[in-house]
């Protein structure tokens, strides 16, 4: 059973030092960790570092896990492509790499599962250029799960989907972390989903985690300003879900922020995480 | 999100039968292949009966000696040379195509091609051997190393950060400007037979196959196949963008790298011996993707196929349009197959880049 802990992880792009010094504790398997933080934030390069991509320092402890290539497997952000290919063979294609070029039997219906739970099944043959943007993030979510990662780190899986297929993918997403025991990452914008459906938050701003811990006690009004420089606060709605209700942006605070808040600082929740 | 099997056998029996749909195709344009193949060594200025023909293919000793030197000396090597040359060309456009995820890459567009004329003419006009240890084969040499290195520079500018489509197709625009300036510049120092032949490269013509060119090729085409074989799932995993390539685990840059040399050995020989036909390796690809989409298992025998159907083919017609003369068949290719393949663009309805 595969854990996962990061210790002192670091990547460039260039010559900028755009990830350093994240440390997390030990995430158990069937967990979904929301990875939260404004754009450019450093999510996607601690991703790629994470998932082998990207060189840089630190550690990536999978426990006793002997890693393979789809141990940790990365799901990048949706950018389209005009090949002529159905989704069908797309999804082989990410099961395949490195293997025989022999299609057997057990992994055709294994595709038709995946594609079935994800309810695409009617998808199969259409080529990946006639996909709307929605589609496209379902059809990448299958080629990740083919794989059968220990590991899933997702890219922002939810960008490009109206809001039932966000909640549904989520929740699917859920149901797999649990199912399969393995561990998600997910890369959410969206405070509120990553407070419904996932177990823990990181957040992360200039490259460097400022917190972890549960997601209720990651996202809290300190979090809002200090993160996204927005004034708001958690509350509980009539079925007793935390919720966000924000207020707008901080700019007073943004300031503050500024001078008083240093990258090594701390929000509380992420000190009382570790 | 419920798991609830709907269609379970849709996708896998819809992808079945696409895939023997596709055999079946490759298997029709290898007949058809076959075919044009032996119109190709049926026709020609001497007219020989059809059974004559086939009597001197199946018993080479049993025809006369002018019948067996037509047939296995001067229509055999030509025959063969526009498969090899065919295949060549299409199969280095259709993975030119698919690392650089650009359509209008092809040996010829981005100045390989005229690469590889301008370092066979630095040989021929001014007697410079690129690679001095082997003067023996200075011209299929000179061409090698100068399409290698033109394809090593698209590689690596097409790394550069904030380099897209278009600008590599703009470098290979100016590419073709600068070597064929060179090539002009040569060709007005040259003397008289040199002038010859250079001018043979920039019409594109099969008549000087010899058996030997026909083995190089032949060597450069059965090296290169079984390596793209192998690196299949890779070459079509990168048809999805290089973010989602890596993340299947293709080392990107490596294949790149890779397939590019691979691609320069097999624009670079065609040239050398055949002069520059630029049509094959931009429209074979096309065609076969047309045909059998993208998927590398069968995107690169189609790709093979169709650039030696459309040579041989092209090969028939440049004997047949004037009786008793061969046309270059550079000219023909461009001539008769834009007309063609614009008519396969309009009559296609699926969206096939």
Known sequence: ?274 | MTTKQLNVEAGSVHYKARSLQRFLLLLTMGGALFLSFAIDLATGPANYPLSDVIATLLDPWSATDQLRVVIWDIRMPIALMALTVGAALSTAGAQMQTILANPLASPFTLGISAAAGFGAALALVLGVALLPAFVDFIIPLNAFVMAMGTALIIHFFSRLRGVTVETIVLLGIALVFTFNALLALLQYLASEQALAAVVFWTMGSLVKATWTKVAVTAVAVVIAIPLFTRQAWALTALRLGDAKAESFGVNVQGLRLRTMLIVSLLAAIPVSFVGTIGFIGLVGPHIARMLVGEDQRFFLPASVLCGALILSATSVLSKLLIPGAILPIGVITALVGVPFFFSLIFASRRKSW
């Open chain 1, 1 to 274: 059973m595969v854990t996962l802990r990061l210790e002192d992880i670091g990547t460039r792009y260039g010559k900028v030092q755009v990830v350093s010094g994240v440390t997390t504790p030990t995430i158990q398997p069937g967990t979904v960790t929301a990875v939260i933080g404004p754009n450019a934030a450093g999510k996607s390069s601690l991703f790629r570092r994470v998932a082998g991509l990207a060189q840089g320092d630190g550690v990536v402890d999978l426990g006793s896990h002997r890693p393979d290539r789809n141990t940790i497997c990365y799901m990048p952000q949706d950018t389209g492509s005009t090949a002529v290919l159905s989704v069908y063979e797309s999804v082989i294609l990410a099961a395949k790499q490195g293997s025989s070029l022999r299609v057997r039997t057990e992994e055709l219906a294994r595709i038709d599962d995946i594609l079935a739970a994800l309810r695409i099944g009617d998808l199969a043959g259409r080529n990946l250029g006639e996909l709307s943007g929605g589609q496209r993030q379902l059809v990448a979510i299958a080629q990740t799960l083919v794989r059968d990662p220990k590991v899933l780190l997702m890219d922002e899986p939810t960008s490009a989907l109206d809001l039932h297929r966000q909640m549904e993918v989520l929740s699917f997403m859920r149901d797999v972390a649990k199912g399969q025991n393995i561990i998600v990452l997910i890369a959410i914008h969206d405070l509120n989903h990553a407070l419904q459906y996932c177990d823990q938050a990181m957040a992360i701003r200039d490259g460097r985690m400022v917190a972890f811990g549960p997601c209720s006690d990651v996202i809290d009004s300190d979090l809002l300003r200090d993160v996204y420089q927005v004034d708001g606060h958690v509350e509980l709605n009539s079925m007793g879900h935390p919720h966000i209700v924000l207020r707008g942006p901080s700019d007073e605070t943004n300031s503050r922020h500024n001078t008083a808040v240093g990258h090594n600082d701390m929000p509380k929740s992420a000190m009382a995480a570790q």
